[in-house]
């Protein structure tokens, strides 16, 4: 079995790794509806997301094992940390759900991702504002996409309608998470590497909001409750879907094909 | 005559004739110079740079690219090569060529329109109306989305009411 590697705890590689690896795991979430999403198109698309988000981790892990300067590439990056060092987001570890349940994080994360991507163009890590520069095409037409799936299942039928409430109802308690800013944020602004999360607060919201008001959805109050993915603190499900993303790597160290 | 014409032409010049028959592997009816991902070639004496902008940022024909380029370059005899990837400006398929368009529709994909400006997009809804494809087939404006991804990143899929055909779209991006 391969040992698991230890990962440096500096804010810049930090912000980077809150980054990749919110990408890297929503990719695997979604792509777990590859042949099984309820139609052929949206099997396609599901697939083509997954894609575009993985592209997305590489890029963003790859560098932040440059800035980190130990040596570690993507693969070992995301194949040889435990859960504990692992950055994303709680929102994307969770359980895929239902369809609805889906497109709505769908909504919501890419959303989130639109706003930070477009920020990251102006990084003053020249290599981060380049891959802002392609991911923010990607996560508008991703937006776009799953935007448009909320608003068909929110002013929809009874069944499709009552899912999607539900699914905003868990969804929105890991939402505070998205914008709660600490030390590793203030640095990152402070370098101009990137902004500080909680500036993206208030234009999420509103693009939020243009989505729900749409659907004929309201918005639910903000949660007391604090998820901590991104300080290494993660859900139950967080340790199954890493299982399943590293056996190959842990079993058969360096394997490929 | 060719002896001479061969004398004259650079080694970068040579290179980017070589660039023009190397294929994309997902749309093998473009060069990948067609599909404008081909930035620069720079000429270092003892090794050739060929800069690459990468299309999507999860395409798998990436890797395949680069392998297909340093074998063409090798195969052309032009000495040793490496691939460099060049992020930004990021791609977009105003990069694509005249050229590489006509082949697009001959090939049978609906070429794409004019890229976004890079500024904020407004989110649209269902309802909208949608932006009007030429069918690649017959030309008619007569046409619909089947579904907003395709076969590979680049696509959406279209069908044809006039000629009933399916097509494939390539997105602007």
Request: glycine fraction near 8%.
């Amino acid at each position: 079995m391969q040992g698991s590697i230890a990962i440096d705890q500096s804010p810049g590689v930090q912000y980077l790794l809150r980054i990749g690896d919110t990408c890297l795991i929503l990719g695997q979430r979604i792509a777990e509806w590859s042949g099984h999403a309820p139609i052929l198109e949206e099997d396609i698309a599901m697939s083509n997301m997954a894609l575009d988000l993985i592209g997305q981790a590489r890029a963003v892990l790859t560098r932040a094992g440059q800035l980190e300067g130990q040596g570690h590439d993507e693969d070992q990056l995301a194949f040889l940390r435990d859960e504990k060092d692992y950055r994303n987001l709680t929102l994307v570890e969770l359980p895929r759900g239902d369809f609805a349940f889906t497109v709505l994080r769908n909504a919501m994360v890419a959303t989130w991702m639109k706003l930070l991507w477009e920020r990251l163009r102006d990084s003053s890590d020249a290599e981060l504002a380049g891959i802002a520069g392609k991911a923010i095409k990607e996560a508008r037409y991703h937006q776009q996409h799953a935007a448009d799936w909320v608003v068909r299942l929110g002013d929809s039928t009874d069944e499709s309608r009552q899912r999607t409430e539900k699914a905003l109802r868990e969804l929105w308690l890991y939402v505070p998470e998205l914008f709660e800013s600490d030390a590793v944020d203030d640095a990152a602004q402070a370098q101009g590497l990137g902004p500080r999360w909680s500036d993206l607060r208030e234009p999420w919201l509103a693009e939020m909001d243009t989505i729900l008001d749409e659907a004929t959805l309201s918005r639910p109050d903000e949660a007391a409750f604090r998820s901590t993915g991104k300080r290494g603190v993660h859900s139950e499900h967080m340790g199954y879907i890493l299982a399943e993303m590293q056996h190959l790597q842990r079993a058969f160290p360096g394997g490929v094909w | 005559m060719s002896a001479l014409a061969a004398v004259a032409t650079t080694r970068c010049e040579r290179a980017w004739d070589v660039l023009g028959t190397v294929l994309d592997p997902e749309v093998p009816a473009l060069s990948v110079r067609d599909l404008g991902i081909v930035r620069d070639v720079i000429d270092h004496g003892e090794a050739l740079e060929i800069v690459l902008t990468p299309t999507y940022s999860g395409c798998p024909a990436t890797e395949v690219i680069e392998h297909d380029v340093l074998a063409a370059i090798a195969k052309a005899d032009l000495g040793p090569a490496h691939v460099t990837l060049r992020r930004a400006p990021a791609w977009t398929t105003d990069w694509i060529s005249a050229d590489g368009r006509r082949k697009l529709s001959e090939y049978g994909i609906a070429p794409p329109g004019p890229a976004a400006p890079d500024g904020a997009v407004p989110i649209r809804f269902f309802g909208r109306k949608a932006d009007v494809i030429a069918c690649p087939r017959c030309g008619s404006l007569h046409t619909e989305r089947l579904s907003a991804f395709g076969s590979t990143a680049c696509k959406a899929m279209y069908r044809c009411i006039s000629c009933r055909e399916p097509f494939e779209h390539f997105k602007p991006l």
